[in-house]
Antibody
Framework: QVQLVESGGGVVQPGGSLRLSCAAS????????MHWVRQAPGKGLEWVAF????????YYADSVKGRFTISRDNSKNTLYVQMNSLRAEDTAVYYC???????????????WGKGTTVTVSS | EIVMTQSPATLSVSPGERATLSCRAS??????LAWYQQKPGQAPRLLIY???TRVIGIPVRFSGSGFGTEFTLTISRLQSEDFVVYYC???????????FGQGTKLEIK
């Protein structure tokens, strides 16, 4: 079945870096755009970044632009996000999510991973 | 950026009754709206897309409606596992700048 498994979370000091991974299985990874979405403790969902199926286009939330870099390796069926200059407000559960087009070619998020926790603290 | 406003923030309903959750967009999103359910400690789960199309495997007691800026998620005959948090999300943005509503927590009355 379609599955997304995040890894790489942990505790990091402010200003530090971390790279998260999302291993995909059960579908043709190279055919689908992918997203990162995060959720701070006790808060709602915040979209973080998107990458097209072939990696040709990447988009970021203003809150992470210039600090986070989304990438993918289609040969390894894996999505990444490199997070630099981390701040306390980046503390969250990070989810990767797969998008899929509806009948009119608008893309919604149909499958989510279980998430990996990032804590930025000294 | 499209701003989504969900109401109420918390909704108290008795099991077996019907719950009506609202989501309002700051500008028209057509029918490009999804609803997600999130249980404690779990990832969001897609319930509805296209404002009213139920995902395969989602119980028929979940239904969505609306177009443009006003949307509703209705859960009939509430069961215990339904008392969790629900988010709406528009998805007609390009380039993608996805936003989510702040969520509605459904609690047992």
């Amino acid at each position: 079945q379609v599955q997304l498994v995040e890894s790489g979370g942990g505790v990091v000091q402010p200003g530090g870096s971390l790279r998260l991974s999302c291993a995909a299985s059960g579908f043709t990874f190279s055919n689908y755009g992918m997203h990162w979405v995060r959720q701070a403790p006790g808060k709602g969902l915040e979209w973080v970044a998107f990458i097209r199926y072939d990696g040709s286009n990447k988009y970021y939330a203003d809150s992470v632009k210039g600090r986070f870099t989304i990438s993918r390796d289609n040969s390894k069926n894996t999505l990444y996000v490199q997070m630099n200059s981390l701040r306390a407000e980046d503390t969250a559960v990070y989810y990767c999510a797969k998008e899929i087009p509806d009948l009119y070619n608008y893309y919604y998020l149909d499958v989510w991973g279980k998430g990996t926790t990032v804590t930025v603290s000294s | 950026e499209i701003v989504m406003t969900q109401s109420p923030a918390t909704l108290s309903v008795s099991p077996g009754e019907r719950a009506t959750l609202s989501c309002r967009a700051s500008q028209s999103v057509g029918s490009n709206l999804a609803w997600y359910q999130q249980k404690p400690g779990q990832a969001p789960r897609l319930l509805i897309y296209g404002a009213s199309t139920r995902v395969i495997g989602i119980p028929v007691r979940f239904s969505g409606s609306g177009f443009g800026t006003e949307f509703t998620l209705t859960i009939s005959r509430l069961q215990s596992e339904d008392f969790v948090v629900y988010y709406c999300q528009p998805y007609n943005n390009w380039p993608p700048r996805y936003t989510f509503g702040q969520g509605t927590k459904l609690e047992i009355k």
